[in-house]
């Protein structure tokens, strides 16, 4: 499945269709699990059919397009879906019970209610909310227009803090032919550095929010000093929101870049698999943990995998920073020590580094087993091979 994104260009009246859309999609959403609160047994199938009952009920909810308030009740089942699961399978803590939604973004439509004119740089929205023809604006590569309406599974206006955005959902796959390059790679993320691989090389991290922190501490002061309810509030707001929208797609393009990058030089990747929900419990860390987008950076590091067809390995975190990547032993340290000094073997690495070599070290154990006689071995930073260390370590605990 494909998205293109175009940033929509109209009106003000437009802009306020819009809105009436998308309060129409909140209004929908909010009265299905109203009936789901209030009556037992209710299916997915009821919440649709009651889209028509809502449409005959309140005039203005006949406005949107009867297949986009059919995805408005498929929101609404979908929260109390995920509710089911979760206790189900015993999910720990709270199991998401679904609530009303207030700040509901977008109107999505399915394959009615909208055109696509042959230029590819319009769309008419065709239903009652009046919402007209829109310009699409966005890459010149992107050539919605050639692709068959019954490909375009789903249309979807999406407002942001700097205007509104039209996303088209395709229904077609992207195949990458990977080239071949004999390297595999374990990475260890990091706060001091953004990652640091098993060969020693490291990524700076950006601190996006670190760096637009400043500004946004004063948008924040302007914001409070305006009056509530004023004009002036509503351009301070816009403005702050535009500021924080501004730092999400810069750790968003890096992680896309970076990631992308990473997959096309390797064969096979090898990650911890973090508990970063656990990890920000700690509040002296939880900001920057957020700042670095380790979680956004691993999920593009997943998907671009599975487009090149190379394994991504997530392995355990537990001792990959303790143990020795040469001989085994187990060296503990706390968060504050940077540097791996081993007693055993005299070994010395940065922390990171050291993680990093262990990682990939799991990963080609449950990847590749046994390897074959004559297939090249990546040496580690000690000149020795994965291979020939697990095995002085399995030894060292038979002799314990």
Request: hydrophobic share 35%; charged share 30%.
């Amino acid at each position: 499945m494909l998205i293109y994104e175009y940033k929509l260009d109209g009106s003000k009246e437009q802009c306020d269709a819009i809105d009436e859309a998308i309060r129409i999609v909140q209004f929908i959403r909010n009265k299905c699990l109203r009936l789901w609160m209030d009556e037992r047994g209710i299916t997915k199938n009821d919440l649709q059919c009651y889209c028509a009952v809502l449409a005959k009920e309140y005039p203005f909810a006949n406005h949107l397009n009867s297949q986009a308030r059919q995805a408005s009740a498929e929101r609404a089942w979908f929260a109390i879906s995920r509710f089911y699961e979760n206790c189900k399978s015993h999910q720990p803590g709270k199991k998401g019970y679904p609530k009303y939604q207030h700040d509901t973004r977008c109107v999505e439509y399915k394959q009615t209610g909208w055109k696509v004119e042959p230029d590819g740089r319009h769309i008419t929205f065709t239903d009652g909310c009046r919402i007209g023809r829109l310009r699409l604006v966005g890459n010149l590569k992107q050539h919605i227009e050639t692709f068959p309406i019954k490909q375009i599974k789903r249309v979807r206006i999406v407002k942001r803090a700097d205007g509104s955005y039209c996303q088209f959902s395709i229904q077609a796959e992207r195949k990458i032919e990977h080239v071949p390059t004999g390297k595999h790679v374990g990475i260890d993320v990091g706060l001091k550095a953004f990652y640091t691989d098993s060969e020693g090389n490291t990524v700076e991290n950006p601190r996006h929010l670190r760096k637009a922190e400043k500004r946004l501490k004063r948008l924040h002061r302007h914001l409070s000093r305006k009056q509530k309810k004023s004009s002036n509030r509503k351009k301070a707001r816009k403005a702050l929101a535009k500021g924080y929208l501004k730092v999400s797609r810069q750790r968003e393009d890096f992680a896309r870049k970076l990631a992308s990058t990473l997959v096309s030089s390797h064969d096979l990747i090898a990650y911890e698999q973090l508990q970063i929900r656990n990890m920000v419990k700690n509040h002296h860390l939880a900001k920057s943990i957020h700042d670095a987008g380790w979680g956004t950076f691993l999920r593009w590091v997943r998907y671009y995998g599975g487009m090149h067809a190379i394994p991504v390995v997530a392995v355990a975190p537990q001792f990959t920073s303790q143990e020795c990547s040469v001989c085994g032993a187990l060296v503990k340290k706390s968060l504050s020590v940077r540097t791996h000094i081993c007693p055993s073997c005299g070994v010395v690495l940065d922390r990171d580094h050291n993680a990093a070599i262990n990682i990939l070290a799991k990963a080609r154990d449950r990847t590749l087993g046994h390897r074959a006689t004559g297939t090249p071995v990546s040496v580690n930073a000690s000149g020795q091979t994965a291979s020939t260390r697990r095995a002085k370590r399995a030894t060292g605990k038979r002799a314990g």
